[in-house]
T-cell receptor, first 114, second 112 residues
């Protein structure tokens, strides 16, 4: 069975600094998607970034980028120039191609210090 | 604004009561989902509907039923609420597999 592990329950970063959130996953599949979702205090789940497993190039979205290491089954999220509005829970998620079900990690709470 | 609308946002039930959580999306998505979020456990899939007219169980379907009323609406029913069903419930929808979900804003349900 596939699993997603976020080993950092909580992280802190100074405003304007860079932080990296870790995610590892376990799967025997070769075709899948990986996602990072942000959940601010408003509770709304927001898609931050997605990565297709067949793509070697790491996805980037403005200040957000990933380090996708397929062989190591690692999918970390880097947030550059952290802002107060980045404070949230961040969830890593996996979805096998051809299925509808996501598997979510347990989340990392990010605090941004002014 | 286009998106996924869930009602209600908050609800308190007594053990044994029933209720239906409503979800509607206006993005013409085929697939819709219900998840529950519990502290330290991430989000777990309760039920999903790949397309209008179909529903399937997820990881934690016991104690729940769903109805895909039409392409837009997907409701979740608790027939006899239990304290273990205290959680935050999210509805989501998607069109293209792998593209990512659009989530509703969630329902915080407390069963006392």
């Amino acid at each position: 069975a596939q699993t997603v592990t976020q080993s950092q329950p909580e992280m802190s970063v100074q405003e304007a600094e860079t932080v990296t959130l870790s995610c590892t996953y376990d799967t025997s599949e070769s075709d899948y998607y990986l996602f990072w979702y942000k959940q601010p205090p408003s509770r709304q789940m927001i898609l931050v970034i997605r990565q297709e497993a067949y793509k070697q190039q790491n996805a980037t979205e403005n200040r957000f980028s990933v380090n996708f290491q397929k062989a190591a089954k690692s999918f970390s999220l880097k947030i550059s120039d952290s802002q107060l509005g980045d404070a949230a829970m961040y969830f890593c998620a996996y979805r096998r191609v051809g299925t509808y079900k996501y598997i979510f990690g347990t989340g990392t709470r990010l605090k941004v210090l002014a | 604004n286009a998106g996924v609308t869930q009602t209600p946002k908050f609800q308190v039930l007594k053990t044994g009561q029933s209720m239906t959580l409503q979800c509607a999306q206006d993005m013409n998505h085929n697939s819709m989902y219900w998840y529950r979020q519990d502290p330290g456990m991430g989000l777990r899939l309760i039920y999903y509907s790949a397309s209008e007219g179909t529903t399937d169980k997820g990881e934690v379907p016991n104690g729940y039923n769903v109805s895909r009323l039409n392409k837009r609406e997907f409701s979740l029913r608790l027939e006899s609420a239990a304290p273990s069903q205290t959680s935050v419930y999210f509805c989501a929808s998607s069109e293209i597999q792998g593209y990512g979900y659009t989530f509703g804003s969630g329902t915080r349900l407390t069963v006392v």
